[in-house]
């Protein structure tokens, strides 16, 4: 099993930066590939970014590439979102989720259903 909280989440202007945090307990966290994803109001939960358990691979939909920055530390089995330049469209939950297959190291998938373990959730909310 694996437990994720997330952390960080607040509300920001429009061009403002913010940095959501989540951290992990349980297996073993370094060889987990990590994603965020965030569902608005009324929408479906999408893919937001990923990194590889080695963190050599990143990936990252493309309305927030150039803008946010995926990252982890294992020492601290902790995963990072930078966002940058946020805009009113990133208001939405942030979830993070973690893989609990073993995978390649360079691994950074995308699909919700390549996920096995899910965090609470924490809100963003930008105003314009």
């Known amino acids: 099993q694996v437990q994720l909280v997330e952390s960080g989440g607040g509300l920001v202007q429009a061009g403002d930066s913010l940095r959501v945090s989540c951290a992990a307990s349980?297996?073993?966290?370094?060889?987990?590939?990590m994603g965020w994803f965030r569902q608005a109001p009324g929408k479906e939960r999408e893919f937001v970014a990923a990194?590889?358990?080695?963190?050599?691979?990143?990936y990252y939909t493309d309305s927030v590439k150039g803008r946010f920055t995926i990252s982890r530390d294992n020492n601290k089995s902790t995963v990072y979102l930078q966002m940058n330049m946020l805009k009113s469209e990133d208001t939405a939950v942030y979830y993070c989720?973690?893989?609990?297959?073993?995978?390649?190291?360079?691994?950074?998938?995308?699909?919700?259903?390549?996920?096995?373990?899910w965090g609470q959730g924490t809100q963003v909310t930008v105003s314009s």
């Open positions: 989720a973690a893989v609990g297959a073993i995978t390649r190291p360079s691994d950074a998938p995308s699909r919700k259903n390549d996920y096995d373990y």
């Open positions: 349980g297996r073993t966290f370094s060889r987990s590939p």
């Open positions: 990194i590889s358990w080695n963190g050599g691979t990143t």
